[in-house]
């Protein structure tokens, strides 16, 4: 069973950066693809940034591309997402989830089998 946990979320200022995190464990496979999104009540779930863990490949979402970055840390098992520039707009739950067996950086939510719990982001 694959578990995530995000962390990293908060409250920030607009134009200030946050770094969030997600640990995960349960398996070992390095053919997978972690993602970033993100939810609020007005807006469904939109797909941030993309990275396929055996290569690093990635894909990142136009509305965020150069203010968001995805990442990972393979000997951690943790992908991160550096935020910059932040807006008030980005002010969302924030999820990471992952897609086993996929060998490419995908930001279709429905290729996603498992996912974190979410950590809020608030930007004001």
């Known amino acids: 069973h694959v578990q995530l946990v995000e962390s990293g979320g908060g409250s920030v200022q607009a134009g200030g950066s946050l770094r969030l995190s997600c640990a995960v464990a349960g398996y070992t496979s390095r053919s997978n693809c972690l993602g970033w999104f993100r939810r609020t009540d007005e807006q469904e779930r939109e797909g941030l940034a993309a990275?396929?863990?055996?290569?690093?490949?990635?894909y990142t979402a136009d509305s965020v591309a150069g203010r968001f970055t995805i990442s990972r840390d393979n000997a951690k098992n943790t992908v991160y997402l550096q935020m910059n520039r932040l807006k008030p707009e980005d002010t969302a739950m924030y999820y990471c989830?992952?897609?086993?067996?996929?060998?490419?950086?995908?930001?279709?939510?429905?290729?996603?089998?498992?996912w974190g719990q979410g950590t809020q982001v608030t930007v004001s």
């Open positions: 990275i396929v863990i055996r290569d690093g490949r990635t």
């Open positions: 989830a992952a897609a086993l067996g996929m060998r490419w950086a995908t930001l279709l939510s429905a290729d996603y089998h498992y």
